[in-house]
């Protein structure tokens, strides 16, 4: 449907005609004027009489009343047209639901399990039943084996009034159980459980990461970033978009300090205690499976910059979704300031080429294509984002968490069933080493309750990241270069220069994205692919949005940005 043309309320003249300004209303007499008309006649007549007098009306503007209201309706019914036309796509799974009967490959945690931790059927089955029905009495219905309950599965089911329809959106099957891509990344993650205390400066020089980065080299299926072929120290644990392999492994915009309102926030925060793993033993194992949290956190006594695997894994654990790109946003829109220590305040970065506000005399953005706009669309993608993904954990996908995956590791190295693991995790140093390390070959959880409870794939962090960063990315000017970056100390207490080459938003801002999705993978409660599909989940939902916001403004602009893939586009 198109977009109807702007009503006139009367033919245009060049005529300025005789008025009696007490009695006339502003809307008559400026509708009957044409734009230069109107203002010789303003400049004529005073501006007093022409807004005074007892049927003086405060509006103005090209369409007004009914005209309007019909304008607001066709936008949004051309907006339903975008979103129809899109289509409803298929979505497929990996297929492990209906190959094993026990239902080995798919997401239970929280149901009642047996002395496997393999879940009960029939559990199972009423699980399925109300995801089935969307019947809320049916949710109410499904056993739980703990005190945890799951979160939020009729999330799943929502509609929305922005962008496309959350189950338009789509997300690649997930790696199967006994695929070799599983296993890659199987490997990886008990890796990263290994070296969640080895500082990321120290990969090039720490002998357990040339292990990780030769291992990962090796094994028949990994698809991280590699350099000439090979996984090596500075590619170990990062992501393929653009930047993130740049410089050091913790974006910038988890380390500046961030200017908020006349408040600033430093960057040092509550992390982990040093060596304080949990679900390594298989009782403890059992016990989260079903529900319940066995262990308790413990802390560090001091407040540090993020340093290493562990601080990150702290920091993901209980930030808001979309913190972490607000923070970026409050950064990025804020000029430098040498009073705000320790890294002087925001960085004051060039908006966008494609804002209109750039080249206007007399106008600067505010609840459109400006500052408070920014900071609203981040929220509001956040929650688009959340109902997308949602609906693929739940009603699509239903991927295993790794700790699940752990588990089944242990049962079939123990010799208690015969799963369907591929050899290169469980043949591999990896696996050997937790062994010697904890007696067990589960993999080893950061937080004492693992994984929340709803299954992995896609990730709500990843998919929030991707959908945020995407928007900075078309508000800011991405190629802009990041003045003075910093890199933490070795104990994180403080922050010290960068001395490398330059960092950009586009790079950081991708980083920044990957390092929050990464730093789930690390805590041991998602997957690689889980952070990398969901950030283009989150992208495509995005874009969506802004293809909605810009339709909805009236000034002309245009959102320029770099695509996770690389690729340019225009909205």
């Not at 004529?44 to 007004?64: D, I, N, T």
């Not at 990344?185 to 990969?203: C, H, I, K, Q, S």
């Not at 242990?410 to 007696?439: F, M, Q, T, W």
Request: aromatic letters at 8%; charged letters at 20%.
């Amino acid at each position: 449907m198109s977009k109807p043309d702007s009503k006139t309320h009367s033919k245009p003249t060049d005529e300025v005609p005789e008025v009696d300004s007490s009695s006339i209303s502003r809307r008559k007499f400026l509708g009957g004027l044409s734009g230069a008309a109107a203002v010789a006649a303003t400049g004529a007549v005073g501006a007093a009489a022409v807004l005074s007098g007892p049927e003086a009306e405060a509006e103005v503007g090209p369409l007004l009343g009914d005209d309007r209201l019909d304008a607001a309706r066709d936008n949004r019914l051309v907006a339903v047209d975008r979103m129809v036309a899109v289509g409803m796509p298929a979505h497929p799974d990996n297929g492990d639901e209906a190959r094993y009967g026990n239902l080995i490959g798919n997401y239970s945690k929280g149901l009642p399990h047996n002395y496997l931790g393999e879940v009960r059927p029939a559990s199972y089955s009423k699980y399925l039943l109300a995801l089935s029905t969307g019947d809320p009495a049916l949710f109410e219905a499904i056993p739980l084996g703990g005190a945890r309950k799951l979160v939020n599965p009729q999330s799943g089911l929502s509609f929305d009034t922005e962008g496309n329809d959350p189950h338009q959106f789509v997300q690649p099957p997930a790696p199967a159980l006994a695929s070799a891509e599983e296993a890659g990344e199987g490997v990886e993650l008990y890796w990263m459980a290994l070296l969640r205390d080895t500082r990321f400066t120290d990969y090039e020089r720490s002998e357990l990461a040339q292990r990780a980065a030769a291992e990962l080299s090796q094994v028949s299926d990994f698809r991280g970033p590699r350099e000439s072929g090979d996984v090596t120290p500075q590619t170990l644990f990062r992501d393929v978009p653009p930047g993130c392999t740049d410089g050091p492994y913790i974006s910038q915009f988890l380390l500046k300090g961030t200017p908020f309102g006349s408040e600033y926030v430093e960057r040092r925060q509550r992390t982990l205690a040093a060596g304080s793993d949990h679900v390594t033993g298989f009782n403890e194992w059992l016990a989260v499976q079903n529900g319940n949290v066995p262990g308790s956190e413990s802390f560090d006594r001091v407040r540090r910059f993020i340093r290493n695997g562990r601080d990150l894994a702290a920091w993901v654990h209980v930030d808001v979704l979309f913190q972490a790109y607000f923070n970026a946003c409050l950064i990025l829109d804020t000029p430098p300031n040498p009073n705000d220590q320790p890294t002087g305040g925001g960085i004051g970065c060039p908006v966008n080429p494609g804002n209109p506000y750039n080249n206007s005399r007399t106008q600067i953005g505010f609840g459109t294509w400006g500052s408070p706009a920014r900071k609203a669309l981040l929220c509001e993608v956040a929650s688009r984002a959340l109902k997308a993904v949602w609906y693929q954990k739940w009603y699509v996908h239903r991927r295993l968490r790794p700790e699940e995956y752990g588990g089944r590791i242990h049962v079939k190295k123990s010799g208690l069933a015969n799963y369907p693991i591929h050899p290169d995790v469980l043949d591999s140093e990896a696996v050997s080493r937790v062994h010697a390390k904890y007696g067990t070959y589960l993999l080893p959880q950061a937080f004492p309750e693992g994984s929340p409870t709803h299954p992995s794939y896609g990730a709500g962090h990843g998919t929030v990241a991707g959908a945020c960063v995407t928007i900075l990315k078309a508000l800011f000017d991405e190629s802009f270069v990041i003045p003075n970056p910093v890199v933490p100390s070795a104990d994180g207490l403080r922050l010290v220069a960068y001395n490398g080459p330059p960092l950009t938003v586009g790079g950081e801002l991708n980083k920044i994205a990957s390092n929050i999705g990464t730093g789930r993978n690390i805590a041991g409660v998602h997957w690689r692919t889980d952070a990398i599909e969901s950030l283009r989940l989150g992208e495509r939902v995005a874009m969506a949005v802004l293809r909605d916001t810009k339709a909805s403004n009236h000034e002309n602009g245009s959102y320029t940005f770099t695509r996770f893939d690389g690729s340019r586009v225009t909205i």
